[in-house]
Nanobody, 124 residues
Framework: QVQLVESGGGLVPAGGSLRLSCVAS????????MGWYRQAPGKQRELVVT???????NYADSVKGRFTISRDNAKNTVYLQMISLKPEDTAVYYC??????????????????WGQGTQVTVSS
């Protein structure tokens, strides 16, 4: 059983900052990629940024230069530092991870996992 638990969302004025955190726990063999997606009301879930175990990142154009992802592999944790927030950044932010889990006796399975989401609201 694998769980992703996010924290750090909230309400901030435009131009403000927030830091999101996400911890993965459970029966984990390895974490391949982690990242963040978001879903605004009435819109589809969209990529914000991902980071591989080696540190390669992929940012959405809309957040480049304002959001920074980082990862602590020893703690199975990913962070999202958001600055210069805009009202259009308002959304539920979901943590994502592609995790390889052991399936005894000698099998491994790689699956995508999601957190429960944390609300980020930017007021104008």
């Amino acid at each position: 059983q694998v769980q992703l638990v996010e924290s750090g969302g909230g309400l901030v004025p435009a131009g403000g900052s927030l830091r999101l955190s996400c911890v993965a726990s459970g029966s984990i063999f390895s974490i391949n990629a982690m990242g963040w997606y978001r879903q605004a009301p009435g819109k589809q879930r969209e990529l914000v940024v991902t980071i591989t175990s080696g540190g390669s990142t992929n940012y959405a154009d809309s957040v480049k230069g304002r959001f920074t992802i980082s990862r602590d592999n020893a703690k199975n944790t990913v962070y999202l530092q958001m600055i210069s927030l805009k009202p259009e950044d308002t959304a539920v932010y979901y943590c994502y991870a592609r995790i390889t889990v052991p399936q005894p006796p000698m099998v491994f399975s790689t699956n995508d996992y999601w957190g429960q989401g944390t609300q980020v609201t930017v007021s104008s």
